[in-house]
């Protein structure tokens, strides 16, 4: 399926109002993973960028390449929507890096290109992962990293359309995750765990880690009501993958 077209309506459709909702939170402070913001200090996913050179895969308006550029990484951040790279590009702050429109699964940059490409619940999100992952891994150097966040089966599964919360029934089957409907004929999509480690390892990726980030108790899911209210402290709402390129 082609969810580009789609995908990029939607995601112009929303920044406004997305960013007005949720930029407070993504950009509080450097380094916040996923929805309950939960601190790279503690979950030491990303390691020093100092220097390297670094993708952000779908970067929305760029809180994480603003603060990896501001660490010395010689950022590019891609976006498939306009509205998300002008969001970026105003709230860009000293530390300059460019901004590029382009979708996952087609990525406009030579081979080798960077030493590390990462995204928290960007392209490899939105893009189908048997074409996001290949490309990210093509444009990695030997020795490379690729390392993304993105919402766990658990939390598809449990994810209720009606309510618009995620709660402890099953609410669809794990095996037909796959395409997710989205809002406008958006589409996210989603692997069971087994597809995600032969889509990584098909694209020659070595799995260095899978991190479960888990928030404090207490801590509030910035974008999904859930119930219980701790969900995402008894069960893993996210998958932080962590992968290296042979
Ligand atoms: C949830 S945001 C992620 C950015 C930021 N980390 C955040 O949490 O806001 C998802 C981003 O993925 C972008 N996106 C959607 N489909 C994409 C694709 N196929 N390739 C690259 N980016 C895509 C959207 O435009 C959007 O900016």
Not at 52 to 60: S, T
Not at 172 to 201: C, P
């Amino acid at each position: 399926m082609d969810s580009i077209p789609a995908n990029r309506r939607y995601w112009n459709q929303i920044s406004s109002a997305y960013q007005h909702e949720h930029d407070p939170q993504i950009g509080a402070a450097p380094r916040l993973w996923g929805m309950s913001s939960v601190p790279d200090a503690h979950l030491q996913a990303l390691g020093d960028v100092s220097g390297k050179r670094v993708l952000e895969l779908g970067c929305g308006a760029g809180q994480w390449s603003r603060s990896l550029a501001a660490e010395g990484a010689i950022v590019v951040g891609l976006d498939l929507s306009e509205a998300q790279l002008t969001a970026a590009a105003r709230e860009m702050g000293a530390a300059r890096y460019p901004l590029v429109q382009g979708a996952a699964e087609q990525l406009p940059f030579a081979s080798g290109s960077f030493d590390l490409v990462f995204c928290d619940h960007g392209g490899l999100s939105w893009a189908p992962p048997h074409l996001a992952v290949p490309q990210a891994a093509r444009v990695l150097r030997s020795g490379g990293r690729l390392v993304f966040n993105v919402a766990s089966p658990w939390f598809e599964a449990c994810y209720d359309n009606e309510s618009r919360r995620v709660t402890t029934t099953l609410h669809r089957d794990y095996f037909g995750l796959n395409t997710i409907v989205e809002e406008h004929g958006a589409a996210s999509y989603q692997l069971t765990y087994g597809d995600w480690i032969k889509t990584l390892r098909g694209a020659g990726l070595i799995i260095d880690d899978l991190i479960e980030p888990r928030p404090e108790p207490g801590t509030p899911n910035g974008y999904n009501e859930t119930d219980p209210p701790d969900w995402a402290y008894r069960w893993p709402a996210e998958m932080l993958w962590v992968t290296h390129k042979p």
